[in-house]
């Protein structure tokens, strides 16, 4: 695993004063989305299936700060959509960096050549771009050709003008454990990418493609046997040790959705951004207004084959913090 140690002091500094505090529920990262609107039409997201008069919204820099502000979330996730398309991204980006936020602008890099310049680097913010694999397997799975080619430019371009960068990649039941060592050795060991997040795909309802998502067994074998020979080791994870073990099915948790809720044009989404059971304005409204104990692996049907980093990644963060054994294992990866 590969965190920052300026990060990682301050997600364990965030966490301490949670507990002292007596918070039960809290927000690790939050899911932002000031737009659905995207250049691509991706078969395993839904997001481009909103109304054309929600595609065309942007949300006001301000609107986004205020919501950032009012839950006091260490961390954001920009996502959409695609947010370069959103006018004032560089405006909002350098707000939360301002306010000492850690932002993750999450992009697929084909308008990154364009926009660099609107951005500097910072400790504090990093382009995560989404990769599903080599070129023949990404471009299939953002359905168009020459994609993969111009992200890794793009990539290239990013890491010599000095940003972090990082990626995520999506795994699907037509993947092999060969093909996410490929795909994870290149990014890893060919392009010096930073830290590299995994996530085996949700079966998102508005999704084009629903025949390939990974069931619970299937996700556990996959990645038993890609983690194997050491590969685990030595990439570039950004994930903590336990969340790698509930990945192999060497242990397991509850689903802890709270921990990394998502906001966008439409409020806050109940329970998470793969599911939608009504918005609300105010973080604190979804706070206590969403009943999370009914969601999760064997409570609610639609969780049955969710292992997706926003419902389990927080439940092995608080699972490491709650362990002196599993704290100095995740020290030992900073």
């Known amino acids: 695993m590969s965190v920052s140690l300026r990060q990682s002091l301050r997600i364990g500094s965030y966490l301490m004063r949670q507990k002292l505090t007596g918070v039960k529920?809290?927000?690790?990262l939050v899911e932002l989305e000031p737009?659905?609107?995207?250049?691509l039409k991706c078969a395993g997201c839904g997001k481009i299936q909103q109304p054309h008069t929600v595609l065309k919204q942007r949300m006001p820099v301000e609107q986004a700060l205020a919501a950032i502000e009012e839950c006091g979330a260490p961390m954001v996730s920009i996502a959409g959509g695609e947010p370069l398309m959103h006018p004032q991204i560089d405006v909002l980006v350098a707000e939360l960096i301002k306010r000492k936020k850690f932002v993750f602008l999450?992009?697929?890099a084909l308008l990154l050549p364009k926009k660099l310049d609107k951005f500097k680097p910072s400790p504090y913010f990093a382009w995560v771009v989404h990769i599903d694999g080599l070129r023949e397997r990404h471009d299939?799975?953002?359905?168009?050709?020459?994609?993969?080619d111009e992200a890794v430019a793009a990539i290239t371009m990013a890491k010599e003008r000095g940003f972090k960068v990082n990626t995520n990649t999506t795994v699907f039941n037509t993947d092999t454990p060969q093909t996410v060592i490929d795909v994870l050795s290149y990014l890893n060991d060919d392009l010096g990418i930073d830290e590299m997040q995994?996530?085996?795909?949700y079966a998102y309802e508005k999704a084009?493609?629903?025949?390939?998502f990974l069931g619970v067994t299937e996700t556990r074998e996959l990645f038993?046997?890609?983690?194997g020979d050491g590969n685990r080791k030595r990439w570039r994870l950004n994930h903590t040790p336990l969340f790698l073990d509930f990945l192999e099915g060497k242990t397991d948790f509850a689903c802890t959705a709270w921990g990394i809720p998502s906001y966008s044009l439409l409020g806050w989404q109940k329970p998470c951004y793969l599911m939608s059971d009504g918005y609300v304005k105010t973080y604190k409204e979804l706070i206590e207004t969403t009943d999370w104990d009914s969601y999760g692996r064997g409570k609610d049907p639609r969780c049955a084959n969710c292992m997706a980093h926003c419902g389990y990644e927080p439940s092995a963060v608080l699972a490491t913090m709650g362990s002196l054994k599993e704290s100095l294992r995740a020290m030992r990866g900073t």
């Open 35 to 39: 737009l659905f609107a995207c250049n």
């Open 208 to 212: 084009p493609d629903q025949e390939h």
């Open 198 to 201: 995994i996530s085996p795909a």
């Open 25 to 28: 529920k809290f927000p690790l």
């Open 224 to 227: 038993r046997k890609a983690f």
């Open 140 to 148: 299939e799975s953002v359905c168009k050709e020459g994609v993969f």
């Open 106 to 108: 999450c992009t697929n």
